[in-house]
């Protein structure tokens, strides 16, 4: 159906296009992207910072186009690093079409982004998704008559169940809309001064209401001048811009939607239970735990698989007529430095699984209300959990994410709070020990690994705030309803997600993996650089009960990246000692039982998945493994636990530290994490027999 309002005509097509989606937070972008698309989805950061840019490609009539998922924004004058990356985005450059999502069942505030998107005079087209959601409610959106209101195509979609029909055809006639709002006289009056000076009319307000970024300096020079004009008449141009967009959105709400019956309680019925004031901190530890619970019973058989393919592939290695130290640095370096970490590629899979499905249902950001008490016991915002939960995947986001904190202090707090926590990257050494010296319960290990970061991190914040003089944190926080998300979704997430922390991780790994092969083999008087080093700090970790020096020599390229230490340890432990060859037949019959193998520990997993841990599928040690267990005591390993949980995590987010908050607090930081992580290590090493 056309647009009966859409004067202007569409937008044609070009060969290659990029469409920018936006929307509210918890508006389904990324559902309506992996929807379209049907194609893997490709996750990355955002040029010059260190935010997820989720994209998909799509052949449409013969045409490229990219569809990018922007962050969610409430709207384009920036207050937090999301915002700010959405302005920047379509102001310097601007896609070649833009696809406003609005969320069906919060129709009137995704309407005041809209009309404000509307206004940068881009080729646009609107779809109203969560259709389903405003149905629970008792609520019809008549898209026909949204369609007019807004005078451009609009299409309906639930995008987590693929019902997206429709909604390409309305893109491909995404159009240049009219000026949607008509605001309160003063401000139009200094709007008509602006526009031409600016791009469109939508910039001209931008700089109005005091955005600089992105912007002609002269209109950033004239709108500060009309911006006085107007405060000296006593007219707030922020406010006066607030009344215009609300009333609009308010009118186009009542044309477009009908309520049918009363809305359901499903979502209150279970708040009632997950957020309640006793009852909400046991569900949070329950859902972490059965993450963890999730991700080690169906990881563990594919850990050993992977862990066999790496003993083949040195097998062969060795068997190469190649010389023999080009066969030693391939069979004992590479194979047995970056393959060790390539292995637990199906732990950070299922982890950031487990994560996504808390994300995408609705659960998350109720953990994180829950979690509201602690975050006031630290006295910090609410939301200042939000960046946590992501230290919890990488800590690099997550203190670039602390610039969405209002006040400065809180900012401070959260960014030095945030190395404690137990990214991505140190999971790999948890599950190696957790695995090798406490096999029956290595989910609660990792679990209280994880508990224990986030405390000290909390801790950290308090006292941080006592010593500063810090006030109580405010904030706020929307909870979106329940929803199922679709497992193509969570499952393409999860392996674009996980193939950017192994693209990003294979760098540092490989540098440090051959520079610490390299080191080991150099020969220094009798010894290697690498193990002089190493050598002469054992004696400070003695009282840890950790006094091999391959485990103390592991954690200096940990500095680097935490990911780093499994392959230094690998090639430690397991480098010296050569690898045999191996014939083809014979290789590819051991390859052969370990994939069945791994599909019958597969399905024990599942069926011991809510079992006691007894039940779990048992776990061959890895060669690795069995060097560590036989060189480390059960309290020596909770030690170096500790220690690798909370020392310096890596040199990216040193980086990220001096970026948010200065160089010198960068500096503070690293001496206190020392600190900190020497003495509780030393804690942990007593707390054993």
């Not at 019956?261 to 957020?275: F, G, K, N, Q």
């Not at 039982?593 to 069926?607: E, F, V, Y």
């Not at 039940?615 to 069995?626: C, D, F, I, N, R």
Request: with cysteine.
């Amino acid at each position: 159906m056309a647009c009966p309002r859409c004067h202007a005509q569409a937008t044609a097509l070009k060969a290659k296009e990029r469409w920018a989606l936006v929307g509210n937070p918890n508006t389904g972008k990324s559902s309506l992207v992996n929807a379209l698309a049907e194609a893997d989805l490709q996750v990355g950061n955002w040029p010059g910072t260190t935010l997820e840019r989720l994209s998909a490609a799509l052949d449409l009539a013969g045409a490229e186009v990219e569809l990018v998922d922007l962050p969610g924004t409430y709207s384009l004058l920036p207050t937090s690093p999301e915002e700010a990356l959405v302005a920047r985005e379509l102001l310097a450059s601007p896609p070649d079409r833009l696809l406003l999502v609005l969320g069906a069942g919060n129709l009137e505030r995704s309407l005041v982004l809209a009309l404000e998107a509307m206004e940068l005079a881009l080729p646009t087209a609107a779809v109203v998704n969560l259709l389903d959601e405003a149905e629970a409610k008792g609520l019809e959106v008549d898209l026909a008559a949204l369609e007019e209101a807004l005078g451009l195509p609009v299409a309906g979609a639930v995008a987590a169940r693929g019902r997206v029909a429709g909604v390409l055809e309305k893109a491909l006639e995404a159009r240049v809309p009219a000026p949607p709002v008509r605001y309160p006289g003063p401000l139009e009056e200094a709007l008509g001064r602006l526009e031409g000076l600016a791009p469109s009319r939508g910039a001209a307000l931008l700089a109005l209401l005091g955005e600089t970024a992105s912007l002609p300096q002269a209109l950033v020079r004239a709108a500060e001048e009309a911006r006085a004009r107007l405060l000296a008449e006593g007219h707030d141009p922020y406010l006066l811009a607030l009344e215009g967009r609300y009333a609009r959105a308010q009118e186009i709400y009542r044309e477009a939607v009908r309520r049918k019956s009363a809305p359901s309680s499903l979502t209150e019925r279970l708040d009632r239970l997950v957020l309640h004031p006793l009852l909400g901190l046991p569900f949070f530890l329950l859902a972490l735990f059965l993450a963890f619970r999730f991700t080690f019973a169906l990881s563990t058989p594919w850990v050993d698989l992977v862990g066999l393919v790496q003993e083949v592939l040195a097998g062969w290695l060795a068997a190469l007529p190649l010389p023999a130290l080009l066969r030693a640095f391939l069979a004992e370096g590479l194979v047995a430095g970056v393959g060790t970490v390539l292995s637990f590629t199906p732990v950070l899979f299922l982890l950031y699984l487990a994560l996504a499905f808390l994300e995408t249902s609705g659960f998350l950001a109720r953990m994180a209300f829950v979690a509201d008490r602690l975050m006031r016991w630290a006295g910090l915002p609410g939301k200042a959990f939000i960046p946590l939960v992501l230290g919890f995947g990488c800590n690099v986001p997550a203190v670039y994410a602390t610039q969405a904190l209002a006040h400065p202090l809180d900012r401070l707090r959260v960014a030095l709070a945030i190395p404690f926590l137990a990214c991505g990257a140190r999971l790999p050494v948890f599950t190696l020990f957790a695995f090798a010296f406490f096999p029956q319960n290595a989910p609660l290990a990792v679990l209280g690994l994880y508990l224990l970061g986030l405390g000290v991190g909390l801790a950290t914040a308090l006292l941080l705030g006592r010593v500063l003089g810090a006030g109580p944190g405010e904030g706020a926080m929307e909870l979106p309803p329940y929803r199922f998300p679709p497992w193509r979704l969570l499952l393409r997430l999860s392996l674009a997600r996980t193939a950017s922390f192994v693209r990003g991780a294979g760098g540092p790994i490989l540098v440090a993996v051959l520079l610490v092969w390299i080191l080991m083999n150099l020969p220094l008087g009798g010894t290697t650089p690498y193990a002089f080093l190493a050598q002469a700090l054992t004696p400070l970790f003695a009282p840890l009960g950790v006094g091999d020096w391959r485990l103390v020599g592991a954690l200096i390229p940990g500095f680097v990246a935490k990911e780093v230490v499994v392959g230094a340890l690998g090639v430690s432990f397991l480098g010296p000692e050569g690898v045999g060859p191996l014939g083809l037949a014979e290789g590819l019959r051991t390859l052969a039982q370990g994939l069945g193998t791994a599909l019958l520990g597969t399905l024990q997993g599942l069926a011991a998945l809510f079992g006691p841990p007894s039940l779990l599928p048992p776990h061959e040690p890895t060669p690795l493994q069995a060097a560590l267990t036989g060189a480390l005591a059960p309290k020596g390993a909770l030690a170096y636990l500790v220690f690798v949980l909370l020392y310096t995590p890596c040199a990216a987010t040193l980086a990220a530290l001096r970026a948010v908050v200065g160089r010198r607090w960068a500096g503070l930081a690293v001496a206190y994490q020392l600190l900190v992580a020497y003495l509780l290590a030393f804690a942990a090493s007593r707390s054993l027999p």
